[in-house]
């Protein structure tokens, strides 16, 4: 028997023996008809969005008002709705790039391409856009205590100065780049205090030190490839350990002492070297200019000895006397002295001009040799005396001051 049948009063989803509830209920209030055929249909989104629209409204008046209020239809609406949510996503998109940045876009995170700096859109929710600064230094420090070549230990530090080159490779090339960039500094660095002394290290390797550490870490970026570029590396100190560090620190000041004693010694040598070629130069030139002095002096008394020799030829007493006579004049006229033969034996009288003209001798005096005796001959002609033994007449009327040499 069907149980949707008119006689059958068992309620399907009750218990046995229980009735439908409309059967439970008086007969003078019976429920409307469409009211339960609503009951058994699934509801209506049309009304859903009304109820909704109706709650948002705020509506709370008495059960007539809403009954005779109209319906709203949701789906006027919807398309409003569409193109607002469409304008607000599309405005979303838009972002600026700075000017020392790229953007690298990523496509449901996969890299699509590389912006450059201004203004751009993107959709969103499907793109992403992640700015890298290309143009700022960063700087890592890495220290620490490392085996040199001669089995000795060394504390050293040294500072890495980069920048990105690559935003992409930056990103996706490597997982930490900056702490695989500290960990590429650290390897190179010890590689290049292994291989070095602890001297060379402490005194004049410092600079080799930095070039070769900068070479080896380049090489470690490119293998890499994480898309760094690295723009200066600074090699700030090395210490020796604690227990001979002051040994150490005197080494180190003699080495700087000898530098800057070095540097002193460049200095006045390229400060004395003009000079010294002035002067050798200058001796060079008096040098030519005697030699072309004597040469003429020369020239000229060989002219004069030319001319004198026929003289001398057709009057040799005479001439030999004169030429004595210049000569003595030229020798006695430097010394401000006058000495005069004696005729009462070896005596000779000394006229000091120097004194009795108040003024001081301008050359040292002529040391006197004792005089010798002069042997007058009557019948032979007076023959001149020797050089060192001037005969100058004594003028009458002079005051004469005699001594013996």
Known sequence: MSWNESGNQQDPWGKPGQKKPEQEQPSGQEKEPNKQSNEQQPPDLEEVFNSLLKKMGGGKGNGSNQNNRPSVSAGKFLPVLLGLGLVVWGASGFYTVQEAERGVVTRFGKLHEIVMPGLNWKPTFIDDVTPVNIERVLELRTNGSMLTQDENMVLVEMTVQ???????????????????????????????????????????????????????????????????????????????????????????????????????????????????????????????????????????????????????????????DRLYIQTMEKVMKNTPKLMMDSSNGNNLAVLPIDKLMGQPATNAPVKAQPAQPVIQQQPQPVQPTTPTQPVVEQEQGETIRKGRF
């Open 162 to 320: 980069y920048r990105i080159e690559d935003p992409a490779k930056y990103l996706f090339s490597v997982t930490k780049p900056d702490d695989s960039l500290k960990q590429a500094t650290d390897s190179a660095l010890r590689y290049v205090i292994g291989h070095m002394t602890m001297d060379d290290i402490l005194t004049t390797g410092r600079a080799i030190v930095r070039e070769r550490t900068w070479n080896a870490l380049r090489d470690i970026i490119k293998n890499y490839d994480m898309g760094l570029y690295i723009t200066d590396v600074n090699f700030q100190y090395a210490r020796p350990p604690e227990e001979v560090k002051a040994a150490f620190d005197d080494a180190i000041k003699a080495q700087e002492d000898e530098q800057r004693l070095i540097r002193e010694a460049e200095a006045y040598a390229r400060g004395q070297e003009p000079i010294a070629r002035g002067q050798a130069q200058r001796i060079l030139e008096q040098a030519n200019a005697y030699k072309e002095q004597i040469v003429l002096s020369a020239q000229g008394e060989v002219e004069r000895f030319s001319k004198l020799l026929p003289e001398y030829k057709a009057a040799p007493e005479v001439t030999r």
